[in-house]
């Protein structure tokens, strides 16, 4: 037996990857301890060159005071991103599944099987596929988590049954892109798959992480607004409001498509990415990206700094200044703040189900924040009754 600890760094995937190791050595017979456990577990981002640094970081400080660090996930599949890494650093150059067996090989089975373990977050993320297949030129990603692959139907809502019986309220469906989950034996798409999960008994709420703005079907939307465990809440990660941009970055969708897919939902919480300061960003475009953004009501925007990967086609590339980057962000933040203050004022004096996952604060099923007094991990109704910075005041109902 072993002491252990996990940490992860970047999106959902990454956490989905490292609960799958936690999961892994919890039912292996290792014993989960806080932050210094003689085994530590570093899920790594490589998603900008900051990313990667605090990864390294991450990965030398936890083996200060462990036994053996296992460097997982993305930057570890990134050439000469660990190579200076300290001698008690194994980089496993895997993600997924392959990372949780490769470490659980390593580390050696005791045999006592802890099936029951209950992860300690209030809602689950459930991968339900790997990888992408598309080739945007900023992204480095396909590189170091291969092509789009599904996990079959039948696990994915078996694991939703096990989450739900382990209490746990809300399951969000993660995957690098999502939108191209297919099972073809077994006939489900994604919509299929989210009305099928979204029918599980005793599951409060349903979310999907993220999605391609191609995939937003009509499908798809039917779903999303007909079912009613189903979250109001989409996240599809923007990057541009410009075509000129979005072209040069190899997106496949202009801004006008982008607005009219999602124009049937513009009653949902809409959050998304964008990148600043691309190449071939100028000042007129990153005021479509504004527009957009004010236009289409996206309350939480994820404000990536354009920062030039290796291997990707625009590696060599970063023609706008740092802080002209700083400056674009700084704008859009507050954009994105203004909206947010606004979506979270016309919620005063309604109802809603909050998701307390931290002592005061919890999330609604339109996946705003609330600040409401309650217990953690409980599902209480509570009405808003004003705004402050950090989200809707709300009292218990
Ligand atoms: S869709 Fe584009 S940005 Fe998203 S993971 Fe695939 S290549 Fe990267």
């Given at each position: 037996?072993?002491?252990?600890?996990?940490?992860f760094l970047g999106c959902?995937?990454?956490?989905?990857?490292?609960?799958?190791?936690r999961e892994r050595l919890?039912?292996?017979?290792?014993?989960?301890?806080?932050?210094?456990?003689?085994?530590?577990?570093?899920?790594?981002?490589?998603?900008?060159?900051?990313?990667?640094?605090?990864?390294?970081?991450?990965?030398?400080?936890?083996?200060?005071?462990?036994?053996?660090?296992?460097?997982?996930?993305?930057?570890?599949?990134?050439?000469?991103?660990?190579?200076?890494?300290?001698?008690?650093?194994?980089?496993?150059?895997?993600?997924?599944?392959?990372?949780?067996?490769?470490?659980?090989?390593?580390?050696?089975?005791?045999?006592?099987?802890?099936?029951?373990?209950?992860?300690?977050?209030?809602?689950?993320?459930?991968?339900?596929?790997?990888?992408?297949?598309?080739?945007?030129?900023?992204?480095?990603?396909?590189?170091?988590?291969?092509?789009?692959?599904?996990?079959?139907?039948?696990?994915?809502?078996?694991?939703?049954?096990?989450?739900?019986?382990?209490?746990?309220?809300?399951?969000?469906?993660?995957?690098?892109?999502?939108?191209?989950?297919?099972?073809?034996?077994?006939?489900?798409?994604?919509?299929?798959?989210?009305?099928?999960?979204?029918?599980?008994?005793?599951?409060?709420?349903?979310?999907?992480?993220?999605?391609?703005?191609?995939?937003?079907?009509?499908?798809?939307?039917?779903?999303?607004?007909?079912?009613?465990?189903?979250?109001?809440?989409?996240?599809?990660?923007?990057?541009?409001?410009?075509?000129?941009?979005?072209?040069?970055?190899?997106?496949?969708?202009?801004?006008?498509?982008?607005?009219?897919?999602?124009?049937?939902?513009?009653?949902?919480?809409?959050?998304?990415?964008?990148?600043?300061?691309?190449?071939?960003?100028?000042?007129?475009?990153?005021?479509?990206?504004?527009?957009?953004?004010?236009?289409?009501?996206?309350?939480?925007v994820h404000v990536f700094?354009?920062?030039?990967?290796?291997?990707?086609?625009?590696?060599?590339?970063?023609?706008?200044?740092?802080?002209?980057?700083?400056?674009?962000?700084?704008?859009?933040?507050?954009?994105?703040?203004?909206?947010?203050?606004?979506?979270?004022?016309?919620?005063?004096?309604?109802?809603?189900?909050?998701?307390?996952?931290?002592?005061?604060?919890?999330?609604?099923?339109?996946?705003?924040?609330?600040?409401?007094?309650?217990?953690?991990?409980?599902?209480?109704?509570?009405?808003?009754?004003?705004?402050?910075?950090?989200?809707?005041?709300?009292?218990?109902?």
């Amino acid at each position: 037996m072993a002491t252990f600890s996990t940490r992860f760094l970047g999106c959902k995937v990454s956490f989905a990857d490292a609960q799958a190791i936690r999961e892994r050595l919890l039912r292996d017979g290792h014993v989960e301890v806080g932050e210094a456990g003689e085994i530590q577990v570093v899920n790594t981002c490589c998603v900008t060159h900051e990313a990667v640094s605090k990864s390294r970081q991450a990965a030398s400080r936890a083996s200060r005071s462990a036994r053996t660090v296992y460097v997982t996930g993305c930057a570890s599949n990134l050439e000469g991103a660990f190579a200076d890494a300290p001698e008690n650093v194994v980089v496993s150059g895997r993600t997924g599944d392959e990372a949780a067996a490769f470490v659980a090989g390593d580390v050696g089975a005791i045999g006592c099987v802890d099936a029951t373990h209950r992860l300690d977050r209030v809602r689950a993320f459930v991968r339900i596929q790997d990888g992408c297949s598309f080739s945007c030129g900023f992204c480095v990603i396909p590189l170091v988590r291969g092509a789009t692959r599904s996990r079959t139907a039948v696990a994915v809502l078996g694991e939703i049954r096990r989450r739900v019986a382990q209490g746990h309220r809300e399951v969000v469906l993660t995957g690098v892109n999502l939108g191209c989950f297919r099972d073809r034996e077994a006939g489900y798409t994604l919509a299929r798959l989210v009305r099928e999960a979204g029918a599980t008994p005793g599951l409060e709420r349903l979310r999907l992480s993220s999605i391609e703005v191609n995939h937003v079907t009509d499908d798809l939307v039917g779903v999303l607004t007909g079912t009613p465990t189903v979250s109001p809440h989409l996240h599809v990660p923007l990057q541009s409001g410009d075509d000129r941009v979005l072209r040069a970055m190899g997106r496949r969708y202009t801004a006008a498509q982008f607005e009219r897919r999602l124009a049937p939902l513009r009653d949902l919480n809409l959050t998304t990415d964008v990148i600043v300061g691309f190449p071939a960003e100028d000042e007129t475009a990153f005021g479509r990206t504004l527009a957009l953004v004010e236009r289409l009501g996206m309350t939480k925007v994820h404000v990536f700094p354009y920062s030039p990967r290796p291997g990707t086609r625009t590696a060599d590339d970063d023609a706008v200044p740092v802080d002209v980057k700083r400056e674009r962000g700084r704008r859009l933040r507050a954009l994105s703040d203004a909206l947010s203050r606004r979506r979270w004022a016309a919620r005063v004096g309604s109802t809603d189900r909050v998701l307390v996952d931290r002592p005061g604060r919890g999330y609604a099923d339109d996946y705003t924040p609330w600040l409401v007094d309650a217990e953690v991990g409980a599902l209480v109704t509570a009405r808003a009754v004003g705004v402050a910075d950090e989200g809707v005041v709300a009292v218990a109902a």
